[in-house]
């Protein structure tokens, strides 16, 4: 079946500093990608989706200057969270569509902790 | 405007006995409806989804759901569980069959007694 991963699967940072997720379609061409963000205990929230070449879309409350999004190519998406601060602390999640079946594609997550 | 409503945070069930996962929907267009199931440390999996037709829809791993329309619900179950299905799972809605812009419930975990 279709594999997604992310990059890393944890990551600690200071505050003020920036970090950049990975996400990844392994086998398929993900035309479309989506990135979530799950806080403990609380639903998965959609943040933003991109498409290939494309700026990407940002839900309302989302703030693209600091959740860079860049969906480059047809197998890699990277959401930078820039001047991180503690709040942003969470469970990010990308998901990916390829251009077949209707169906998302779930990476394992990336645990963001900003001390 | 779409949003998922999912009756408990925590079910704990005995190996063999059934498995009821309670999800109530609310949405202006006619809905698309999906659960998904994640492990620990892992990706969410689609189990199944319902998109039109049979109200129904048997998905993997021996789960079905039935689609409700006159009480918006998609409530999933399993006549018999496993070891296996302990996990977290989570009920979501769309707008579209293709399931963009996914709306999710809080998601409930299941604990399986031996």
């Known amino acids: 079946g279709a594999v997604v991963s992310q990059h890393p699967s944890r990551v600690i940072c200071k505050s003020g500093t920036s970090v950049k997720i990975e996400c990844r379609s392994l086998d398929f061409q993900a035309t479309t990608m989506f990135w979530y963000r799950q806080f403990p205990k609380q639903s998965l929230m959609l943040m933003a989706t991109s498409n290939e070449g494309s700026k990407a879309t940002y839900e309302q409350g989302v703030e693209k200057d600091k959740f860079l999004i860049n969906h480059a190519s047809l197998t890699l998406s990277t959401l930078t969270v820039t001047s991180a601060h503690p709040e942003d602390s969470s469970f990010y999640i990308c998901?990916?569509?390829?251009?077949?079946?209707?169906?998302?594609?779930f990476g394992p997550g990336t645990r963001l902790t900003v001390t | 405007a779409q949003s998922v409503t999912q009756l408990g945070s925590h079910v704990s069930v005995s190996e063999g006995a059934l498995v009821l996962l309670r999800c109530n929907y609310s949405?202006?267009?006619?809905?698309?409806l999906f659960w998904y199931v994640q492990y620990p440390n892992q990706g969410l999996q689609l189990l199944l989804k319902y998109t039109t037709g049979a109200t129904l829809v048997k998905g993997i791993n021996g789960f079905e759901a039935e689609f409700k329309k006159s009480e918006t619900s998609f409530h999933l179950t399993k006549p018999s569980a496993h070891m296996s299905d302990a996990a977290e799972y989570f009920c979501a809605v769309s707008g579209s069959p293709a399931g963009n812009k996914l709306t999710f419930g809080g998601g409930t975990r299941v604990l399986v007694k031996p």
């Open positions: 998901s990916a569509r390829g251009q077949g079946p209707y169906e998302q594609y």
């Open positions: 949405s202006s267009v006619p809905p698309y």
